[in-house]
């Protein structure tokens, strides 16, 4: 090892010092207001705030709360929820550590 304190990004982790598996089960291009509310709570909207913040918001309205904080403010006509704009939607599963290792 040339300089065994510096740190190198997970691309280069041995698969097999890996925790997590995941199999890419589906991959397409949609408009980011398609998502319908299991996808966002999927995607970590699906916090609770309080009985009356439950009622009056659903998980998509957090989603694109949390989506334009994603943004910086000069590209959210551009990038932001009422652009609407194009987004990778990639699906997966997680699988076994062994799964992994067949393919």
């Known amino acids: 090892?040339?300089?065994p304190g510096k740190?190198?990004?997970s691309i280069h982790m041995p698969r097999a010092a890996a925790r997590l598996f995941l199999r890419v089960t589906d991959v397409r291009v949609e408009r980011l207001?398609?998502?319908d509310d299991?996808?966002?709570k999927e995607e970590g909207a699906n916090f609770q705030v309080g009985i009356?913040?439950?009622m009056r918001r659903s998980a998509i309205d957090r989603f694109a709360e949390i989506w334009d904080c994603t943004i910086k403010p000069k590209?959210?006509?551009l990038y932001g929820w009422a652009a609407n704009p194009w987004v990778w939607v990639i699906e997966f599963?997680?699988?076994t550590k062994e799964e992994a290792m067949k393919a």
């Open 1 to 3: 090892m040339k300089n």
């Open 7 to 9: 740190m190198l990004p």
């Open 33 to 35: 207001q398609n998502i």
């Open 38 to 40: 299991d996808q966002a």
């Open 52 to 54: 009356e913040e439950k």
């Open 75 to 77: 590209d959210r006509d």
């Open 93 to 95: 599963e997680r699988i």
